[in-house]
């Protein structure tokens, strides 16, 4: 149940931190620490103002406090709301919103159990607001700073000690005990006595412990920020170097209008092929694809610096997969031309390495591009009729196939043939 809460686009907005958040820039982080206490803050006060109405039933006095409750919640939210959202990047702006967001939420805390301790007959009521004041140092510790937590427990520590000798037992205004002349000894020996240093040590291992928690993970988030930097650094290096060298191996020359042309040509062969060679109907279009990427293809490896990381981390990994995937072609389209070259210029035995390991998709792509090679005029030899092309392929060439795809490729050669020859009279 939890679990589907959190998914949710309602809790992601008010007290998500999972998303588009840099946590390399401080002041990006304050602020959205900043968007999420405020919507704590108001869903306590309207808890407060719950206590109020709660506690209020056969209590006639109580409810113009649980009325006055409504206007107070909005006015503190629109103040805190205004100053946050006002200038998101100004860092001192909003420190001073976590301060107020935090001396609030104390104080608050503070005035509710005063008013629940004295206001009403039963203690009980008392003690559970007396919970709210260890409440609100949690919500303090959200914002993960020691320095904060430095700043505030002094206040804690005095305010709760007046609060403790006026409002928890009267100690202060207690005639009957200062009238008396060894009213010290008398209440260092008292109930009341035991019980407010119970409570102050209590509190003070709370805050110590909270404070070594907030230690940790402040440790922890600094040490993440300085390796998300590293890596940051790292990764403009890789991708400025990768970028310059994707630029000179994707673009080593212009191509030719007959070239984009013959591009096509091979597209449409190798979806025909490899729909023959059984492929469904998927593989088929990918292959397609895939055969005249290399020419289509608008890699963009300049990724904005203003983007958010996980977004820049995104746009990058696209781009990289792309880029990779148009080198593969472009080996594949070198590997069939040295093939061809070494085979016409008799300097087959330089090439050692058989094809028929190769993955499907570049055996049909480098089939089909052989095919059209051989037929086509290449500044190291002449353009080849389609039956001496099918001589050269099967006595020649084979060896780089694997059996059932070559095979295939013979028995609807005239096919092949047609395609080209239409081709060429389009063009």
Not at 159 to 171: G, V
Request: charged share 25%.
């Amino acid at each position: 149940m939890l679990k589907k809460i959190r998914q949710t686009n309602l809790y992601n907005n008010l007290f998500g931190f999972e998303s588009n958040i840099d946590i390399t820039k401080d002041v990006l982080v304050l602020f959205r620490k900043n968007v999420v206490i405020k919507n704590i803050v108001l869903l306590s006060n309207l808890i407060y103002t719950l206590i109020f109405s709660i506690v209020s039933i056969g209590e006639r006095s109580n409810w113009f406090l649980t009325i006055l409750c409504i206007p107070v919640t909005y006015l503190v939210n629109r103040t805190l709301k205004k100053m946050i959202y006002k200038d998101k990047e100004n860092y001192l702006r909003q420190q001073i919103a976590m301060y107020i967001c935090c001396f609030y939420m104390f104080l608050s805390a503070l005035l509710i159990y005063t008013r629940l301790k004295t206001g009403l007959s039963n203690s009980f009521f008392g003690e559970a607001g007396y919970i709210l004041l260890y409440y609100s140092l949690i919500i303090c510790s959200f914002y993960q700073s020691k320095k904060l937590l430095r700043s505030v427990y002094p206040w804690v520590i005095v305010l709760l000690t007046i609060i403790h000798f006026s409002i928890t037992y009267n100690i202060i205004f207690n005639n009957n005990l200062t009238a008396e002349d060894n009213y010290l000894i008398i209440f260092l020996k008292s109930y009341e006595f035991r019980d407010i240093i119970l409570r102050t040590f209590i509190l003070l291992i709370f805050m110590l412990v909270l404070y070594i928690s907030v230690s940790i993970t402040e440790y922890l988030s600094e040490e993440r920020k300085k390796e998300l930097i590293r890596r940051q650094e790292v990764e403009k290096n890789y991708n400025d170097v990768v970028s310059d060298l994707f630029k000179i191996a994707l673009n080593p020359k212009p191509r030719t209008k007959a070239e984009e042309n013959e591009g096509l040509l091979l597209s449409e062969m190798s979806y025909k092929l490899a729909t023959l060679n059984g492929l469904v109907e998927d593989e088929a279009l990918k292959i397609k694809k895939y055969a005249n990427i290399h020419l289509i293809a608008k890699i963009d490896l300049d990724i904005p610096a203003d983007l958010a990381s996980d977004e820049r981390f995104k746009k990058l990994s696209e781009e990289s997969k792309l880029a990779s995937l148009v080198l593969r072609r472009l080996q594949l389209e070198r590997k069939t031309e040295d093939i061809i070259r070494a085979h016409l210029e008799g300097a087959a035995d330089l090439i050692v390495e058989n094809n028929q390991s190769t993955a499907a998709s570049d055996q049909v792509v480098m089939l089909c591009d052989m095919y059209i090679s051989l037929r086509s005029a290449r500044t190291y030899k002449r353009a080849i009729n389609h039956n001496n092309t099918i001589n050269l392929l099967e006595n020649v060439y084979r060896i780089y196939f694997d059996p059932l795809l070559f095979d295939r490729f013979l028995r609807y050669s005239e096919d092949f043939r047609d395609m080209f020859d239409n081709f060429k009279e389009d063009f």
